[in-house]
C-alpha cells in the first residue's frame, strides 16, 4: 500500500545511524508516512561489513533502533526515548553498496516508556531483518546534558533528492 511522505525529520552531526558528519555512519534519511510510519533510506559500505558482501548484525540492530526510535516522533515531536531492550531477527543477508529501506512504528505507548517494530528491507520489499524494541522516555536535556542538542546538534538537512521522496509502497 502506498502512504504519502509528511515530513523528513532532521539528522544529527555524529550519530552512527544519521550523523551528517559521522563518516563511518550510515547517513541514514528519514522521512515521517501519513500513516505514522516511519522510513529511513540508507546504503552499507564496506566499513559495515561482517562477511564480505553482507552488513555486520550490529549495524542492523542500531539501524533499527534507531529507526523505531525515531517513529515516536511521528506522535510527538517533543518525545524522546532512550533504549532498553531490543530484539532482531535476522531474516536474509543485508547486502551493502544498495539502497535499502528501514521502516518503523510505534505499537504500545505509555507515560513512562513506548514500544515499537521495525524491519530493513530492499527495493524489491523483500524483508531481511525484523525488530521489537522498548524506550524509556526522557527529558532530551537528561539525555544530553552537557549541550543544547535540539538546538546545536539536530538539524534539517535539505537534500536534492528529497524531493524525489514523495511516497512510499510498503510491504506490510
Ligand atoms: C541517537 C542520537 C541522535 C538521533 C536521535 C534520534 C531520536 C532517538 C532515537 C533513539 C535510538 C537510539 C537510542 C540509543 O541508542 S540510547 C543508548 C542505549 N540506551 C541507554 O543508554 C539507556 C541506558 N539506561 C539508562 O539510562 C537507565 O537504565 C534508564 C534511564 C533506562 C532507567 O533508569 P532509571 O534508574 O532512571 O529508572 P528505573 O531503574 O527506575 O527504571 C524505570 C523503569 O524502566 C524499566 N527499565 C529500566 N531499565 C530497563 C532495561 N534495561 N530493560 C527493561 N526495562 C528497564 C524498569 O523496570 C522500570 O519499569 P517499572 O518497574 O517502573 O515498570
Not at 502512504?3 to 563511518?24: A, D, R, T, W
Not at 561489513?49 to 517533543?78: C, F, K, W
Amino acid at each position: 500500500m502506498i502512504y504519502k511522505v509528511l515530513k523528513k525529520q532532521n539528522n544529527s552531526e555524529m550519530c552512527f545511524v544519521c550523523g551528517i558528519h559521522n563518516e563511518s555512519g550510515l547517513n541514514t534519511s528519514y522521512y515521517e508516512l501519513e500513516n505514522n510510519q516511519l522510513i529511513g533510506v540508507f546504503k552499507g559500505h564496506d566499513v559495515h561489513q561482517s562477511y564480505p558482501e553482507r552488513m555486520h548484525g550490529g549495524i542492523v540492530t542500531a539501524l533499527l533502533d534507531e529507526t523505531i526510535g525515531r517513529a515516536v516522533q511521528t506522535l510527538d515531536e517533543n518525545i524522546w526515548g532512550v533504549t532498553v531492550e531490543i530484539t532482531v531477527r535476522f531474516v536474509k543477508p543485508v547486502p551493502l553498496d544498495q539502497v535499502l529501506y528501514t521502516v518503523g512504528y510505534v505499537t504500545n505507548m505509555r507515560s513512562r516508556m513506548f514500544e515499537g517494530e521495525g524491519y530493513v528491507c530492499n527495493t524489491d520489499k523483500e524483508i531481511l531483518a525484523t525488530a521489537k524494541a522498548k524506550y524509556f522516555i526522557q527529558h532530551v536535556d537528561k539525555i544530553v546534558s552537557d549541550i543544547d542538542f535540539v538546538r546545536e546538534q539536530w538539524i534539517y538537512v535539505d537534500d536534492a533528492k528529497d524531493s524525489e521522496v514523495k511516497s512510499f509502497d510498503l510491504p506490510k
